[in-house]
């Protein structure tokens, strides 16, 4: 039996390197490809006959985690992997959270990630080593990161902070994109999300705050 998937990544460059890592597998049947949450949504809305999503978790309009939980509700039957870069405490646990049946890195190779999706379709929940180690202990402690946040009056992810990083070295929108392999969209949506945790309306504020709250 093939295993009908969709990729949701606003990076198509990246959705071109997914491919390429599935097509060396037999049991993969490619349905879709959406460049954001909404968009697969919509696309979901005309086919939603998918076993499993592949899903980026920074996309612009609605990003992977917000589009998990959305997708769980209406379609339950659909597993979903995070498929991202960062393996950050605070995605693992909102992913979890909102129904991810797996969690890999970018970086697997196309034998586990294939492996990974049987394993997360026959009721596994496919993880890189690194990711599993963080789950357990998420698990052991799920409040801390809650303490965690309630204790910082400012909090910004791994890519916020590494946009703040480009940012304040006076990096064009364009060459941040570049550098980040994201498109110029993304990058304006995480800075606006950058200056409304800050609390700022600009680059200089933004980058003056992140430096005396020692964000970056």
Known sequence: MKIKTAIADDN??????????????????L????????????????????????????????????????????????KIIMLTV????ENIFNA??????GYLL???????????????LNGGAAMNPSIALKTLKLLRNPIQIQNQKDKDDITL??????????LSKGLSYNAIADNLILSTGTIRKHIE???????????L????????????
């Not at 979901?44 to 990003?63: G, K, S």
């Not at 960062?86 to 405490?89: A, G, M, T, V």
């Not at 999300?193 to 680059?203: E, G, M, T």
């Open 12 to 29: 198509t460059f990246l959705i071109t390197a997914i491919k390429e890592k599935l097509s060396f597998f037999d049991n993969i049947d």
């Open 157 to 166: 992810t791994a890519r916020e902070t590494e946009v703040l990083e480009h």
């Open 96 to 101: 979890i959270k909102a129904g991810a049946d």
């Open 86 to 89: 960062f393996d950050n405490d």
């Open 193 to 203: 999300n950058i200056y409304k945790k800050l609390q700022v309306h600009n680059k």
């Open 106 to 120: 970018k970086e697997v190779n196309p034998k586990e990630l294939n492996a990974g999706m049987v394993e997360t």
């Open 31 to 78: 349905k879709f490809t959406a460049l954001n949450g909404a968009e697969l949504l919509a696309k979901l809305n005309d086919n939603y006959n998918i076993d499993i999503i592949l899903m980026d978790i920074e996309m612009p309009v609605l990003n992977g985690i917000e589009t998990t939980e959305l997708v769980k509700q209406k379609y339950p039957h659909i």
């Open 205 to 216: 504020e933004a980058v003056q705050k992140a430096k005396k709250n020692n964000l970056i």
